[in-house]
Structures are given as C-alpha cells and as structure tokens.
C-alpha cells in the first residue's frame, strides 16, 4: 500500500509561481511511476505530468510545468510557473505500477487527498 500526501497549494496571482510537494510513504518511490493530475469543477479530472524513466506532460502545461523527484526524500514534486487562472484546480498526486504511461485516471492506482490550486487574474 502506497500513502500520498499532496502540500504547497494555495492561492497565487496569475504569472506566479508555486511548488507542490507529495510525500509518499509505504513503498519507493523509485519503483513507481509518479504523476499529478488536477481536477476543476464541471471538468474530468486531466492529467498533468507524469515521471518514471521520462517525464511526460499535459499539452497545456508544457513550457510551464516541471514534474521532478527525490528518491532520497521519497517526494514528488510538481514546479509550476507562469500560472493562469485555467489552472485553478484541486491537484492530486498518483502512483501505479513503474510500466504505467497513462493519463487515464482510472489506469492510476493510488492517490492522494488533493492540494488547492487557485489562480486569480
């Protein structure tokens, strides 16, 4: 079993800057593929980002967003830069199986609480 918890949300202008973190516990990190995906109301939840032997990202993010790791820490984390209010969401950590390359939520298999992201004008 495989324990996430997401930190670093918050509220933030739009063209700042914020760093989430997601701590795992239970198994490492480096025998897991680790992704953020991020939810906001009246959408399906979407993918963001994705690190196991590569880094992937969502076409929205690319440019902005860097998705990074510390197996020493056993933490995720996710930088994100020149944010704009489309990116206000609740964002959630997520493991599964180091083979997965999936940014279909359902293929994820564990996942975290959820951080808030809230981007104004």
């Known amino acids: 079993q495989v324990q996430l918890v997401e930190s670093g949300g918050g509220p933030v202008q739009a063209g700042g800057s914020l760093r989430l973190s997601c701590a795992a516990s239970?198994?490492?990190?480096?025998?897991?593929?680790m992704a953020w995906f991020r939810h906001s109301p009246g959408k399906e939840r979407e993918f963001v980002a994705r690190?196991?032997?590569?880094?992937r990202y969502a076409d929205s993010v690319v440019g902005r967003f860097t998705i990074s790791r510390d197996n020493a820490e056993n933490t995720v984390y996710l930088q994100m830069n020149n944010l704009k209010p489309e990116d206000t969401a609740l964002y959630y950590c997520?493991?599964?199986?180091?083979?997965?390359?999936?940014?279909?939520?359902?293929?994820?298999?564990?996942w975290g609480q959820g951080t808030q992201v809230t981007v104004s004008p």
């Open positions: 997520t493991a599964a199986n180091f083979l997965v390359d999936s940014t279909v939520p359902r293929d994820w298999t564990y």
């Open positions: 239970g198994r490492s990190i480096s025998a897991l593929a």
């Open positions: 690190i196991a032997w590569g880094t």
